[in-house]
């Protein structure tokens, strides 16, 4: 006997999903696991990093120039079984992301174009102004869109956040964690700085999705934040 609601999943067309990020690693991050886990499962995935990816530190030092980071990006997008021509970079400066009408639009023609189901971006209420000003220039772009969710921040962006990260939406990463750690990884010019200023960055990550399993009882997990859902 044929059983109704399976023969509806099964119908079931695979689901765009879109994340849009300030910076090149600030996707897998957040979502590097989610990723990863919709793209086995047969979605499809597209990603936005709205800066360029140069950048000094405050004494002058490269950091990172724009090809580094183009390079580190798309290996790391290939960890989470991505491939290059599912990212785009709109190339704004680092630490000047604005919050305009130019970014919402620009945004909101790749919605258009891509028409995603769920869209995945930073958390509003960061303290990295490329983050927020990502944050609400994806909210405004998206205002025509019903499924919005926005990943945890972590050490040092969102550190000193008034508004604290509420997790209300688990995603168990468990079986996807290495991909996870590999895309991280694939961002090299970030260990480097991390590693001179002593900071375990990798595996403070790690840490905290070991965490958020625990708290669902998973193995690894990330958190999301839903700034609105529609279910179905």
């Known amino acids: 006997m044929e059983i109704p609601f399976?023969?509806?999943?099964?119908?079931?067309?695979?689901?765009?999903?879109?994340?849009?990020?300030?910076?090149?690693?600030?996707?897998?991050?957040?979502?590097g696991g989610f990723i990863a886990r919709e793209?086995?499962?047969?979605?499809?995935?597209?990603?936005?990093?709205?800066?360029?990816?140069?950048?000094?530190?405050?004494?002058?030092q490269k950091i990172r120039t724009k090809q580094a980071a183009n390079s580190e990006g798309a290996e790391a997008i290939r960890?989470?079984?991505?491939?290059?021509?599912?990212?785009?970079?709109?190339?704004?400066?680092?630490?000047?992301?604005?919050y305009n009408k130019e970014i919402i639009c620009k945004i909101e023609r790749?919605?258009?174009?891509f028409s995603p189901d769920i869209i995945?971006?930073?958390w509003v209420h960061d303290s990295h102004q490329d983050h927020i000003n990502t944050a609400l220039s994806v909210i405004s772009a998206a205002r025509y869109k019903h499924s919005l969710l926005m990943?945890?921040?972590?050490?040092p962006s969102g550190r000193f956040s008034t508004i604290p990260f509420v997790p209300q939406l688990y995603v168990d990463i468990s079986v996807h964690i290495n991909q996870k750690i590999k895309a991280i990884e694939s961002h090299q010019s970030?260990?480097?700085k991390f590693s001179e200023q002593n900071i375990?960055?990798?595996?403070?990550?790690?840490?905290?999705?070991?965490f958020r399993g625990f708290e669902c009882q998973a193995d690894y997990a990330e958190t999301f934040f839903v700034y609105r859902i529609k279910y179905e």
């Open 6 to 31: 399976m023969k509806n999943e099964m119908k079931e067309k695979n689901k765009k999903y879109l994340a849009i990020g300030a910076h090149f690693d600030d996707i897998e991050i957040g979502a």
């Open 39 to 60: 793209r086995t499962r047969g979605n499809i995935v597209k990603v936005i990093v709205v800066a360029n990816g140069d950048y000094d530190s405050l004494n002058g």
């Open 79 to 98: 960890h989470m079984g991505l491939e290059a021509e599912d990212i785009t970079c709109l190339g704004y400066p680092e630490t000047g992301i604005p």
């Open 110 to 113: 790749i919605i258009n174009n």
């Open 120 to 122: 995945l971006t930073q």
């Open 151 to 155: 990943w945890e921040p972590i050490f």
């Open 190 to 192: 970030q260990v480097k």
């Open 200 to 210: 375990k960055w990798i595996g403070g990550i790690v840490a905290r999705a070991k």
